[in-house]
């Protein structure tokens, strides 16, 4: 029958009808047989709604209980997977648990009470709580300490919990300060700061894992502080707890601790290195973030504020990443004291384009991005045509439209050769027709010849004055051939209209560039944190972010790449 169940649960998907009429009639004609091969089932536990089948048939007379109480049958581990996946089936199955450990809690010996108290924290339900009340002082203290995390994961109450911290036996405080984790509220934050600092291993490695969990950067730094420490037992229990966060910002750390002299603690990191190895290996055979950092402003006291995009590989912006999400170095060097706000703007947004009509294609990208509500427009330019007087010939008005059709129409018009206005002109026409409408808007140049800069720079006066009015921050991405002294005038230019300046040192970057902009003009972070050295003078830095399936990161080795903003710009605020 084994070889029949087996092949009934893979052919449920595809004819669930057939196939479960043929596994009722298994279990009808020969229970017993039924129940046996359906134990050797369990243990590969192959999910699915065939699987599901199976555990419905099981339901009834409390078989399912029978099976998840005898340890003969299956692991502990084992045990626990099934509860967790056939609560979704049976929403008593907990409380029939709970009410046999109940009932036969007399004659029961300690091992079997803790392997029934470790399977109800796989699937916490109210309904149980009275029914270990008596486990909560019971004298054994792993007993006593699993019904104490079974209680908290069920109650996710932080004052309960702190009570328990008063509780002499390590192993209570450290379930009930694992039962607060993902509990997001002042009061479960001020518990597991409050636990970072208990005596025990165990205890502090709980709550700063806890408060990683919770998206505080702290727990970085003090997980690392705590790796540091004299006691062996420390510095076990903090690597146990890295490799739990599956963070390559602790690799370079672990792989010190490997070489600890005491053996604890060297296994403990070399456990931890390889679990966050298998975990990077994952996130590499998915498509990368796609991540840019884009502005920098330097405070005094060596504050650094940088500002990031990210967004998914398909590239939309990514939204709701809490701090633990980003790690930034310098230099290699690991900053560990940062915070991270995350900005977003109105979904309402007209844009404006203007480029060389030879380059459509660096425009023509950010068309993957653009939503609904989203307004362009467009001006194609030709390069030196305008003498920097603010008195080259005016465009005709540009079309401002929602519709990618049109807006594709527009860029194909302008490769033709029939834009032929100039620069300046092309940037007062979007500014005219990016003002018509919405609250958020902007002006995007593309830059790709130094003669096209200064003749920016030549009119930047009335054209900041003209951008400040209509409130329409223009930005400048400057291309390769934009040599460093006219990059400079373009920054300012930039800074002067409200807007923002990005340097492109490969011309397979501008469409990049452009989109990028286009991006963080929707949506952005801000990450602000100290130098990690005094000097301040960090020659590259990264930034790292990761979310639970891929991850990316953008490496900074020239300054210049970067808008180093004076002011805050409308997109930032």
Known sequence: MSKRLATLIQEFPANPQRAGR???????????????????ILRRLPKGPGLDCVLTLLAPDDYLVDILWDDDLLTT???????????RLDGQLSLHLGQRLGAASAGAGNDKIERVLEILTATPDAMVLPLLLPFTRHPNRRIRSKAILMMGLVNRNAKWAEKRLADPDPRVRANAVESMWNVDSPEARALLSKSAGDRHHRVAANALLGLYRLGDPTGTRQLIDMSRSEAPEMRAASAWAMGECDDPRFLSRLRQLAGDPFTRVADSAAKAAARIQVHLCRQADAAPLRVRLFAERIRPAGQRELWVSVASPEGFPLHG?????FA???DERLVTDYSV??????????????????????????LRYKTKPHQWALAGYVSGAGQGTGTAEERADCLLSASPSVLTQELDRAASGQDCTSLYAAVRSLLKAVSQDQENRHVIVLVCAP??????ASSQAGMAEQARKLSVPIHVVAGPHVPAESYVLLE?????????????????????????????????????????????????????????TTSGYHMVEDASEIDHPLTVTTSET
């Open 341 to 366: 706000e995350e900005a977003r703007q109105s979904e309402s947004l007209a844009a404006g384009f203007a480029f060389p009509r030879s380059l459509p294609a660096a425009v023509a990208g950010c």
């Open 328 to 330: 930034v170095y310098e």
């Open 77 to 87: 581990a084992q045990a626990t997977e099934l509860a967790a996946y056939a609560q």
């Open 492 to 548: 300012e230019f930039a800074h002067k209209c409200g807007g923002r300046a990005l340097r492109i040192f490969s011309e397979e970057k501008l469409a990049d560039a452009v989109s990028t902009l286009y991006l963080s003009l929707m949506h952005s972070y801000r990450i602000a944190y100290r130098h990690t050295d005094a000097s301040g003078g960090a020659s590259q830095t990264m930034v790292r972010v990761a979310s639970p």
């Open 321 to 325: 990443l809490t701090p633990m999400a």
């Open 451 to 456: 003669e096209d800069s200064h003749e920016l």
């Open 22 to 40: 043929a596994m009722r009639e298994l279990s009808e004609t020969d229970p017993r047989a039924f129940l046996a091969e359906s134990i050797d």
